[in-house]
């Protein structure tokens, strides 16, 4: 039964991947995004990390990307236009590209052995909070530095325009 | 196993149709609530105090001609009444609704009556369906391919965004002081201390304000706002697609105040009350209706008696009001429980 559903949703999460950085229409591209967190957040609460499955829709899918979709509505971006004629090396790169992708994943999957999913203790909330304020706080709080530093980058780069 | 089965199914039914019957019955209150405050009549014609008035919008809407605008995105179109009801219909499954610790049905435990008793992130869970259901609003106004339809759906993602956070951090408080992130355990919480909307009564404020902006509600409709934009994001619907967003909306109503009613007034406990069995049961559900029922008034009595708010106001409450008092609260929260008050 959770195989089943575990292939359909990695099967929607693919196929939406795909949409989301092929479609032409920027508001299709993120809804596709959308599906595809949400397959990803069905997949964390297969294995049990039910807090993880739902910070995923909570902070991705509910919050960052409405925000997207916001920008792109309020932008107004027009369907993404072909550039030109695609040349036979882009094919060939691509199929090229492709070709290595799947040997690499398939090496790597045979060299990483198969691991049962960690049992999550009771009141898996709590042990996740310890470990984010002791092992992990240095790089928690890295992280955070992290977004603050992109957010004020993103601020330099729009007002060198004006 | 079978128990369990029909034990669920019998639980989703009675969700189901509890919400479905509390829309008609919303819908009147709200028509005759705003006639009382109006100091008018109301519908009076249909049935006894025109109670069956929504059953006869129902088969208006029903046999209404379904339109479809020749210039709409027709998938997105479709799509969005979907998203609108399909999100507000699957948010009820984590609210304990009575007691019944000690009562079997088919040889299950009925452990607050709710239909997913084991999911420990209830309210995470909550938080983040009720978080799409803005997906509906957006790309009902995108798809539509009209400028008030667009404007409402922008104003509304922009609102949900910013009265989101202070909404979360208002509940972080409730769950810092339970210890658990599920909502049953919330109200045994409050069963055995006090209410919370007693000592955290600025999240509690903070909390129902952000309620009526997340429910597209007034003072907060700016995402319908008739008077500016038409209807906003559903003018281009018409027929059962219109029903949709109406319905989700009254839906919504609902989830906001079963939510506050568990987060802040305990839930189905009521002080002083301790039965046992099939009367605790009843008694607490009994009981848990009166409190919704209560904040559903205060949603109706709200909208007649307030303007609504500029948009730059919004943004400014939301922001500059409401985040800095959630924040308060979750500090006041934070030194109470360090100090053994809590």
């Known amino acids: ?162 | 196993m079978w128990g369990e089965v029909a034990v669920t199914a019998l639980k989703l039914l009675v969700v189901a149709v509890g919400m479905l019957t509390a829309v008609p019955v919303m819908v009147w209150v709200e028509r005759r609530g705003a006639a009382f405050i109006q100091d008018r009549i109301g519908p009076n014609r249909v049935g006894p105090l025109g109670l069956f008035q929504p059953i006869i919008d129902a088969v208006k809407l029903f046999f209404k001609e379904d339109v479809t605008p020749a210039a709409v995105n027709r998938g997105l179109y479709f799509l969005a009444p979907m998203i609108a009801i399909g999100v507000a219909l699957v948010t009820w499954i984590v609210i304990p609704f009575g007691a019944g610790h000690d009562v079997t049905l088919f040889g299950v435990p009925l452990d607050g009556v709710m239909v997913a008793p084991d999911l420990n992130v209830g309210v995470l869970y909550l938080l983040a369906l009720s978080s799409l259901g803005v997906y509906g609003i957006v790309l009902a106004g995108w798809s539509s391919n009209n400028k008030y339809s667009l404007l409402g759906g922008l104003r509304s993602s922009a609102q949900l965004i910013s009265y989101e956070l202070s909404m979360t951090v208002a509940v972080l408080g409730v769950l810092m002081a339970t210890g658990s992130l599920h909502l049953g355990d919330v109200v045994s919480y409050q069963q055995q201390h006090v209410w919370n909307a007693v000592p955290q009564f600025v999240g509690f404020v903070v909390f129902i304000t952000a309620a009526f902006a997340e429910t597209n509600r007034l003072p907060f409709d700016l995402a319908e706002a008739e008077t500016e934009l038409v209807a906003g994001y559903h003018v281009e619907y018409s027929s059962m697609k219109f029903a949709a967003f109406f319905m989700s909306e009254y839906i919504n109503m609902v989830t906001a105040s079963a939510l506050i009613v568990t987060l802040f007034f305990g839930g189905w406990s009521l002080p002083g009350v301790n039965l046992t069995g099939w009367p605790g049961l009843l008694v607490s559900v009994a009981v848990f209706v009166a409190k919704v029922s209560f904040f559903l008034w205060l949603f109706v009595w709200v909208r007649w008696s307030l303007p609504r708010f500029r948009y730059d106001q919004l943004m400014t409450l939301g922001w500059k009001g409401l985040l800095p008092l959630a924040t308060l609260n979750l500090i006041w929260v934070a030194v109470a429980m360090t100090m053994g008050w809590l």
């Open chain 1, 1 to 162: 039964m959770e195989l089943i559903v575990f292939y359909a949703t990695a099967a929607i999460a693919l196929v939406s991947a795909l949409v989301a950085v092929s479609h032409r229409n920027p508001i299709v591209n993120v809804l596709a995004l959308v599906v595809t967190f949400f397959c990803v957040a069905v997949c964390y609460a297969l294995l049990g990390a039910s807090f993880l499955a739902a910070a995923q829709i909570l902070v991705y899918a509910g919050a960052i990307l409405v925000l997207f979709l916001f920008v792109v509505m309020l932008l107004n971006a027009p369907e993404e236009q072909a550039a030109g004629e695609p040349r036979p090396v882009q094919g060939v790169a691509g199929f090229a590209l492709t070709a290595v992708a799947a040997i690499g994943g398939v090496l790597l999957l045979a060299a990483v052995p198969s691991a049962e999913p960690a049992s999550p203790p009771d009141g898996h909330v709590v042990a996740l909070g310890r470990l984010l304020v002791g092992p992990y706080l240095f790089a928690f709080e890295l992280i955070s530095v992290l977004l603050l530093a992109a957010l004020v980058g993103a601020l330099v780069l729009v007002k060198r325009k004006h």
